[in-house]
Every structure is written in C-alpha cells, then in structure tokens.
C-alpha cells in the first residue's frame, strides 16, 4: 500500500477508503509534441487520503479536491494549457470512478 495521500502525494495517511480495483485509460493530445499521450491508472484496493483530503471527500467537496491534486500532484508539475486540461479532466474521471465505485462496498 502507498504511503502517501493518493489525492495530492501529500506523505501522510489520514484515512484509508474502501474501493475495488478498476483501470482507467485516458487518451489526449500533447500539442507540443504534436503526438497523442495515454495515462493509464490501476487503481487497486484502498485509496490513502491525508487530513485534508479527507475532509474534502467527506464533505463531498469533489471540486475543491480536483483542484487540490491539480496544484499538489507530481504529474501535473510543469504542465500547461491544453496538456493540464486534459490532466485535469483525467483526474475528473479517475475520482468520479472512485466516488461512485466505492459506495458499492460496504
Ligand atoms: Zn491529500
């Protein structure tokens, strides 16, 4: 299991939410390499939350956590226009997945 906060690389578990395993695959295009890019996430059991994000996805703030992954997360280091729209959109996908899959355990 990692040890950091699987919403923002944060190093600090708070809280570990229930998920089953799913896969994720989003394709967009990188204009400056002029090529097309795919990320693909396996998503396998818990999710790890810090504090913060935490609080976030227990007050079902999903906007406010997308925009904290946007600004904390590794991936999205150094990345502009049209590639951190995309980024941002796959983030979108990846914790619409996870809120909606991890009602389905107990
Ligand atoms: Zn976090």
């Known amino acids: 299991m990692s040890k950091q ?3 923002c690389d944060q190093k600090e578990i708070a809280k570990s939410y ?3 395993d799913f896969d994720i695959e989003s394709i ?3 204009l400056d ?5 795919s990320l ?3 998503s396998i059991g818990h ?4 504090t913060t994000c935490a609080a976030l996805i ?3 703030k999903w906007d406010e956590l997308r925009e904290r992954s946007l600004t904390t997360c590794s991936v999205m280091k150094g990345t502009t226009g049209a590639e951190r729209e995309a980024l941002l959109e796959y983030i979108k996908v990846l914790h619409g997945e996870f809120r ?3 009602l389905t355990v107990a």
Do not use: I, M, Q
């Open 33 to 37: 390499k002029r090529e097309t890019s």
């Open 5 to 7: 906060c699987d919403f």
């Open 18 to 20: 229930a998920c089953p």
């Open 28 to 30: 967009f295009l990188n």
């Open 47 to 50: 999710w790890g939350a810090c």
């Open 100 to 102: 909606r899959l991890r």
């Open 40 to 42: 693909v996430s396996h």
């Open 58 to 60: 227990d007050a079902d």
